[in-house]
């Protein structure tokens, strides 16, 4: 299991706390140890824990402690962050802050560790939230696909709106309010695409929030390279 930790001599607290929630013994402390040559990763990934943070509405100490401690070894200002009750991040929010990562290319094996380090981050404070969870679910699958690097297929979950009554005018109308989404031909016929994601939870998730809107959404599986 890699983690986010420098190749020098001065890591001992963020090397202890790893040790605490891992629960490894010091033997096993070598095979934590690996380098991190893309510094610019560092940067997105402070963001992503940042976010990450606040999305069950809640910041505990522990994660606080759990960035301080990144920041530090990293040389980046940490957020001004406080325990307690927060505003919660959108779900969406931690998941762009993901692909912003992506695109900055890092290194496959950097990428798989950073699904080790939110796991972690995760559990810093011995409770997992169902949106924790949702977002480890999608969050993993993105980094598994980068890591895949279109060598196999993958599934993927589509969330999709379906237009009713006037199908012209119902398409116009989304597509003004989402610009970023697609039309697309599904099963023969028009269906707006809001977005593709890795996590089938995940994805209704988002999808019952179109549904609540009074639109008729739905996700539809694919297998993508």
Known sequence: ?????????????????????????RREAGDLIKALIHTEGAEHILIILEKLAAVDQEIAEEEIQFINEFAHEWHLKP???????????????VRKATLDYLD?????????????????FIKADDKVTE?????????????QHYEQKNNQM???????????????KTL???KN??????????????V???DIFYSEEYAEKISQQYIKLGLFSLVYANLIT
């Open 172 to 174: 116009i109308t989304i």
């Open 1 to 25: 299991t890699g983690v986010w930790v420098k190749e020098n001599k001065n890591h001992k607290n963020l090397f202890r706390l790893f040790l605490k929630y891992l629960n490894l013994e």
């Open 79 to 93: 957020p001004k962050l406080k325990a307690g009750i927060v505003q919660g991040t959108n779900l969406l929010e």
């Open 192 to 194: 707006i695409l809001v």
């Open 104 to 120: 900055t290319n890092p290194p496959i094996e950097q990428a798989a560790q950073l699904i080790d380090l939110i796991t972690l």
């Open 154 to 168: 993958i599934k993927i979950y589509e969330v999709l709106i379906i237009p009713q009554h006037d199908k012209y």
């Open 131 to 143: 949106e924790e969870q949702l977002l480890l679910a999608e969050v993993s699958g993105l980094l």
């Open 177 to 190: 309010i989402l610009p970023t989404t697609k039309i697309v031909k599904r099963r023969g016929g028009e």
